[in-house]
């Protein structure tokens, strides 16, 4: 090919430079099309269109090209041109009013409707116990990865519905499009990323083996060491030896699908946060960040749960999400709800849950909570569990009163 293109170079060029109207081309998806080649050559494919593309427009500008490649791959290569080729690059980026405001368009344009909550019928969304409520369009927007595409995808599903729509049908609905048909696709586009999740047996083995939502470090090391068939109590020798370990966790966070609790100097209190679309991803940089908390995306949870036939905690009142506010007392909540989780079965679980749930909403709305309130749950769970009861005790010290 190479020597074909030399032969009729100068009769090539010649062509080229007779074209003197308007010519604009659309390249997309290339990062698809080459999904199965090594991480070098994915990077470099990905590089070279948009080189060929400058220099296609440079030699003629009547030539316009307009191609969308992987932000990780732009990083990720080196070569002389990169600087200029940068001040022609535009990240897409998205805020979460910039998402709804799509959406809320698309209705406008396709339904005729004024915006998403017309189109679903559905404002907010309430907790089991009905006394606190999410934005509908949130709730959505936390069930994808943060991408236009996912959205529309979950409307789409939700449109067929739309006449009998209800909270309970718009939450069903949002959560198995999520975790069937956005979940699921991800880790094939992100393929390229992966190592050990890369083959569905043992990305199923290992999913298997998480049993909640919310991972403290000790846990996910546990995990990781089971994983790799080693001794759980020796990640740190093992990680600092020359074995070479399987990071599953890494991977997840790759994809977007678990998150970690960090402090926000910003808003001066802690938040989840997960790997957006946006954010690039440096090969040799790529380990889960450390932290005391980590938090699985709420399709991977959905996704888990059935895996493991329900046998899976989800953690009420502690909502998941990228920039979710993550309370000072919530180490306390989920020692509490870990103990709770194990008597569902006795006949004052629910009054239990259902007074925690009243004391918990004051707290997540900055009310002040009645000393009383608190005690009188302490006493309901003594009458159950002594360890219950104890880590209700050790909620009501560090919560706000």
Not at 64 to 82: G, H, L, M, V, W
Not at 291 to 314: D, K, M, Q
Request: proline fraction near 2%.
């Amino acid at each position: 090919m190479n020597k074909l293109l030399d032969q009729f170079e100068m009769q090539l060029s010649y062509l080229y430079q007779q074209i003197h109207s308007g010519i604009f081309l659309f390249i997309d998806s290339i990062d698809f099309a080459v999904a199965h080649l090594d991480r070098r050559a994915w990077t470099y494919t990905q590089a070279g269109l948009i080189e060929a593309a400058w220099s296609a427009m440079g030699a003629n500008n009547h030539i316009k090209i307009y191609t969308s490649i992987r932000e990780e791959a732009f990083i990720n290569y080196e070569s002389d041109a990169k600087a200029n080729i940068h001040t022609t690059i535009f990240p897409l980026r998205y805020s979460i009013k910039q998402l709804q405001g799509v959406i809320d368009r698309l209705c406008k344009v396709y339904e005729s409707l004024p915006n998403f909550k017309a189109f679903v019928g559905v404002h907010e969304i309430t907790d089991m116990t009905g006394q606190s409520a999410e934005d509908s369009f949130r709730f959505m927007h936390r069930h994808t990865i943060g991408r236009p595409r996912d959205l529309v995808l979950i409307c789409h599903q939700l449109s067929k519905s739309r006449l009998e729509m209800d909270q309970e049908q718009f939450q069903k609905i949002v959560m198995e499009t999520s975790s069937r048909s956005v979940l699921r696709p991800i880790f094939k586009e992100m393929s390229i990323f992966l190592d050990s999740l890369q083959n569905e047996s043992e990305r199923q083995r290992f999913l298997r083996m998480i049993s909640c939502n919310i991972l403290t470090r000790k846990m996910i090391e546990e995990i990781c060491c089971k994983f790799n068939g080693l001794d759980e109590n020796h990640y740190n020798t093992v990680n600092n030896s020359e074995i070479q370990l399987s990071h599953p966790f890494c991977e997840l966070y790759n994809c977007g699908l678990i998150g970690y609790v960090q402090w926000d100097n910003k808003h001066q209190h802690a938040t989840q946060n997960f790997k957006q679309p946006d954010d690039v991803m440096n090969f040799n940089i790529s380990c889960l960040p450390a932290a005391e908390y980590y938090v699985l995306h709420p399709s991977l949870s959905s996704l888990i749960n059935t895996a493991r036939l329900n046998e899976f905690l989800i953690y009420p009142f502690i909502t998941v999400g990228h920039h979710c506010q993550w309370y000072s007392w919530y180490g306390q909540l989920i020692e509490l709800l870990q103990y709770l989780d194990t008597i569902q079965g006795h006949k004052l679980y629910q009054q239990s849950l259902q007074e925690l749930s009243s004391v918990i909403c004051k707290l997540h709305a900055g009310l002040t909570v009645d000393l009383t309130e608190l005690e009188k749950i302490a006493d309901l769970l003594e009458l159950v569990y002594d360890d219950a009861s104890l880590a209700m005790s050790e909620l009501i010290e560090v919560i706000p009163q």
